[in-house]
């Protein structure tokens, strides 16, 4: 079972972003779909760090770039692991 | 503990006048907190402007004094201050600052990567906060 809050995700990337949470769908691929750049990428990281407690290694951050919303709540399971 | 005058900022420092805002570091732990000061004189170039007959530091000047104390909070763990540039700012003002006033500017980080850092900031005079957020500087 997931310990990761989908939607508190969703209402970071949407937060970052200046999005409506429900803009922002599971496929929603992070660069292609959102604008998401390595700067609010990092940004997203610094706020899932801090309210999700999950420490994410810099080495990370391309991988959530080139994630959906989907890829990254799986890539954040993989972490807390 | 390190602290740095005011030569040792201009060292870290690639601003000069009248766009350098912080006067001293009394406290740095290099890539992890800040405290530094900035004091608010009423002759500083800006009051000409803002505002005739009424002196309000602009919170402008004190997002940027923000973004140089964590410049030397970074630039002192290696990195390049002159290359770290404000990207995103969500600072909120709680209180006017003015003439005589001494800010007292903590910045800790809260994600360092090679493309730029998150910061939280709390600015205080005296022991009143005036202004308080986060910042993101990007790499040059």
Known sequence: MSGIDKEHIRRIVARVTE???????DESHLVDDLGIDSIMALEILALIEKELKIGIPEEKLDSVKSANLN?????????QV | ????????????????????????IHFLDPGKRVVASKNI?????????????????????ITEAIAQAAGIVLKERGGK??????????????RP??????????????????????????????DKLVAKGRMVLKTA
């Open chain 2, 41 to 61: 004189s009423g002759n500083d170039i800006v009051f000409l402007g803002h505002f005739p007959g009424k002196s309000i530091y602009p919170g402008v000047m």
């Open chain 1, 71 to 79: 890829g990254l709540v799986q890539l954040l399971e993989e972490l």
């Open chain 2, 1 to 24: 503990m390190i602290a740095m005058d005011f030569e040792e900022i201009k060292r870290s420092l690639p601003h000069r006048f009248p766009f350098l805002m912080i006067d001293r």
């Open chain 2, 97 to 126: 600052v003015i003439p005589g006033d001494r800010l007292t500017i903590e910045v800790r980080t809260e994600k360092v990567a090679r493309a730029g850092a998150v910061v939280a900031a709390r600015v205080k005079v005296l």
């Open chain 2, 81 to 94: 201050a002159a290359e770290m540039m404000l990207a995103h700012s969500d600072i909120r003002f709680l």
């Open chain 1, 19 to 25: 999005m409506d949470p429900e803009e922002i769908l």
